[in-house]
């Protein structure tokens, strides 16, 4: 499996949270491993987008200096080498690990040495970091984070990630940003089409070839033939997308319609503790509520291979390790 679409922030371990909190002496709801992994799961349905991105904070103010920015990121890269995925891009926001003055810059260095101790500690994962601007931040630190992306590409860094405001794309206000992502030729994708198709014309307009969340890509027919025709790669994370209300239940998923009208289709766990499904249950469900076969399922990874912010050598090898990995599916068709 490929899982192009899972943030650090909301899937670290619950033992490293209560290490961390034990050690800055700040307050838990539970120092139970078993019972915070419960904990962090979000409902169902969540009330709003606070209640979802609550919990994600619970992990993030670990995430302010770089011993445990090395770990978490260290052990996120087992885990997921744990779940038979062979390659990963996980996304993460520096911005995010300023709080207690630690430099974006130093963020970043940290994160990828535990993305390097990761891969050393497991058995054949490989993963890149895509970094995120997202909607909190001011000019500055975006631009600080577009500095460290071209700082760091195609060195453990292999692209960025918009998480913005969706209503906002109709304003020039994100303009400059597509501007020096182009100028730049920094590999993007964008949380795009959870809540309207404008964010995704102009994302797609402004060149990107991967968007994160589209569900409503099926309320405008000339956008879904620009997608396929663009062939751009779209990452869906459905527990995600019921449980912040965005889709009402996995079986109403758009995730099969889009599959069928030709749409390059993968899908990501998003958070793993907070999202509460690793990639393998995510793929599960698909089986389970929309009838996808496992060789629908191979497509979908194929897709991700194809998406991947790689060069093309690197990704010819990543379909070949899938294709090893699929070999009883592709020997039963
Ligand atoms: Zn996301």
Known sequence: MIDLHVHLSGSLRPTTIINYAREKRISLPTYDAALLGEYLKAPEHCQNLNEFYDLCDMTDWVLQDRRAIRQSMMELVQDLDSQGILYAEVRFSPSECTLDGLRQGDAVTAALEGLEWGMKNSRNIRVNLILCIIQKMNEHEAFETLVEVKKHLRKGVCGLDLLLDESLYETDIYDWLFSLIKEEYIPFTVHAGQYN?????????????????????????????????????????????????????????????????????????????????????EYDNLQKYLGFTPAEIYKMNQNAAKGAFLSQMEKDRLQFDLFEANKAIVDKE
């Open 197 to 281: 198709t404008q964010s995704i014309k102009k994302a797609i307009r402004n060149g990107a070839q991967r968007i994160s969340q589209s569900i409503h890509i099926l309320d405008d027919e000339e956008l879904l033939e620009d997608i396929i025709r663009r062939k751009v790669v779209v990452e869906l994370c459905p527990s995600s997308n019921v449980k912040l209300g965005v889709v009402e239940s996995y079986s109403t998923h758009p995730v099969r319609q889009l599959f069928d009208r030709g749409v390059r289709v993968c899908l990501g766990a998003d958070r793993l503790r907070v999202s509460g499904a690793t990639l393998q249950e």
